[in-house]
Nanobody, 127 residues
Framework: QVQLTESGGGLVQAGGSLRLSCSAI????????MGWFRQAPGKAREFVGA????????DYADFVKGRFTISRDHAKRTEFLQMNSLEPEDTAVYYC????????????????????WGQGTQVTVST
């Protein structure tokens, strides 16, 4: 069992930046994919980005390409989502998720591929 905890959310003005963190505790996996998703009020949860277990492959949703970047600190079992040039449309609850089975060289965008989820952290971007 893996427990994920997101932090770093908050209120920011349009054009600003935030850095989200996702820390994992519990069972240790040598290989895993960690992804980020978000859910705005009244909308379905959607893919933001993910990185393969070896860090060589990353995929991002078109609406965040060039603005958001995922990085990872393996030693601390923590992943980061750096969000720049934030827009009001980025307002949502952001979730990190971990995939430990299947093709771990591929940063999947499918919600169903991830077994473990954090509780989410709210990001609000004001105009």
């Amino acid at each position: 069992q893996v427990q994920l905890t997101e932090s770093g959310g908050g209120l920011v003005q349009a054009g600003g930046s935030l850095r989200l963190s996702c820390s994992a505790i519990g069972r240790t996996y040598s290989s895993y994919v960690m992804g980020w998703f978000r859910q705005a009020p009244g909308k379905a949860r959607e893919f933001v980005g993910a990185v393969s277990w070896d860090g060589d492959n990353a995929d991002y949703a078109d609406f965040v390409k060039g603005r958001f970047t995922i990085s990872r600190d393996h030693a601390k079992r923590t992943e980061f989502l750096q969000m720049n040039s934030l827009e009001p449309e980025d307002t949502a609850v952001y979730y990190c998720a971990v995939r430990t089975v299947g093709d771990l060289w591929y940063p999947s965008a499918r919600l169903g591929d991830y077994e473990y989820w954090g509780q989410g952290t709210q990001v609000t971007v004001s105009t």
